[in-house]
T-cell receptor, first 118, second 111 residues
Framework: AQSVTQLDSHVSVSEGTPVLLRCNYSSSYSPSLFWYVQHPNKGLQLLLKYTSAATLVKGINGFEAEFKKSETSFHLTKPSAHMSDAAEYFCVVKITNAGGTSYGKLTFGQGTILTVHP | DAGVTQSPTHLIKTRGQQVTLRCSPKSGHDTVSWYQQALGQGPQFIFQYYEEEERQRGNFPDRFSGHQFPNYSSELNVNALLLGDSALYLC??????????FGSGTRLTVV
């Protein structure tokens, strides 16, 4: 079975400073990994995804994440936070088995609430 | 191009009642998944429909059931509502091969 652990429930940064949201995963097979963002009373928006190509993945709004298999991590970063980045962020894993079959279930972490101070 | 449309956006039900939530997938998508997001939690997978059949199911009781129609739209039904069923219900559409688009959700409150 797969699982996702987001290491921080809340992260607070000042505008213009770097953002780091940490995520570790557990999977018996090759995972696809995603980061989604959820603004209040809104649906989930895909920031970026890793699907076994380049380990450094660039997403929208200046976010990027690095897949580190040896550390089973997929941390999300951004060099400079904006006020509009304040939201809840979810790390998500989807499993592809050894035969290449992709199971549809997405497993979400518990979420990290990002607060950005002026 | 319309994304995923969910209806209603909000509703309030009484314990023991039944509720039906609806989802219209993004144009071109043939697979619909449903997720329950309780307050302060990450979304939990309920089930997935493809070709009008339930293909995968999460750890939810039989009170939760669904349907997919020939036009790929889907319904989520919950019977005998409990207070603990209060949550945001999210629909995600995709192709069977992946690439998910989420709707804005239906906020269900059970009183």
């Amino acid at each position: 079975a797969q699982s996702v652990t987001q290491l921080d429930s809340h992260v607070s940064v000042s505008e213009g400073t770097p953002v780091l949201l940490r995520c570790n995963y557990s999977s018996s097979y090759s995972p696809s990994l995603f980061w989604y963002v959820q603004h209040p009373n809104k649906g989930l928006q895909l920031l970026l995804k890793y699907t076994s190509a380049a380990t450094l993945v660039k997403g929208i709004n200046g976010f990027e994440a690095e897949f580190k298999k040896s550390e089973t991590s997929f941390h999300l970063t951004k060099p400079s936070a904006h006020m509009s980045d304040a939201a809840e962020y979810f790390c998500v894993v989807k499993i592809t088995n050894a035969g290449g079959t992709s199971y549809g279930k997405l497993t979400f972490g518990q979420g990290t609430i990002l607060t950005v101070h002026p | 191009d319309a994304g995923v449309t969910q209806s209603p956006t909000h509703l309030i039900k009484t314990r023991g009642q039944q509720v039906t939530l609806r989802c219209s997938p993004k144009s071109g998508h043939d697979t619909v998944s449903w997720y329950q997001q309780a307050l302060g939690q990450g979304p939990q997978f309920i089930f997935q429909y493809y070709e009008e059949e339930e293909r995968q199911r999460g750890n939810f009781p039989d009170r939760f059931s669904g349907h997919q129609f020939p036009n790929y739209s889907s319904e989520l039904n919950v019977n005998a509502l409990l207070l603990g069923d209060s949550a945001l219900y999210l629909c995600a559409s995709s192709l069977w091969t992946g690439g998910y688009t989420f709707g804005s959700g239906t906020r269900l409150t059970v009183v």
